[in-house]
């Protein structure tokens, strides 16, 4: 099942160019706090820039590292777009691999149970019981 599930996210992150949406975004983060640390001079150093874009990105904002040049703000905004874009595609794509491995976990416990009723006749009584009793709780839900 651990194995069907990791093939099953491999696919959707290969399917969907989610891996690759998200290296470029990364190149684009930090190019973007490059450009940011080399234009503003409110910023003084690559790490300030780094965590002034991480807190406009994350909304948090702290306020001890503020951009006050015009074509830096202009950037955050693009760069906040652009996030906001990538947390779109990737909340949908990990809810359809959540869905798709729901979808596996209930078609595995359907052919497991199609399976046991094939072979009722060679069913133990424990295993018969066993059987009765997941076909109860399946008519209640």
Do not use: C
């Not at 930090?30 to 910023?43: K, R, S």
């Not at 904002?61 to 040049?69: E, L, N, P, S, Y």
């Amino acid at each position: 099942m651990k194995k069907k599930k990791r093939k099953l996210l491999l696919q959707a992150l290969k399917t969907s160019g989610l891996d690759k949406i998200i290296g470029s975004f990364l190149i684009f983060y930090l190019l973007a706090a490059l450009i940011i640390w080399l234009i503003d001079p409110n910023i003084t150093n690559y790490f300030d820039s780094l965590w002034y874009s991480f807190a406009a990105l994350s909304t948090i904002g702290f306020g001890d590292v503020t951009a006050t040049v015009f074509i830096t703000r202009i950037i955050t905004v693009l760069l906040w777009i652009y996030a906001a874009i990538v947390i779109a595609i990737m909340t949908a794509v990990l809810t359809g691999y959540f869905m798709d491995a729901a979808k596996l976990k209930v078609n595995e416990s359907v052919q497991e149970f199609l399976s046991q009723l094939e072979h009722l006749p060679e069913l133990s009584r424990e295993e018969l019981e066993a059987l009765s009793e997941r076909v109860k709780t399946f008519n209640k839900k």
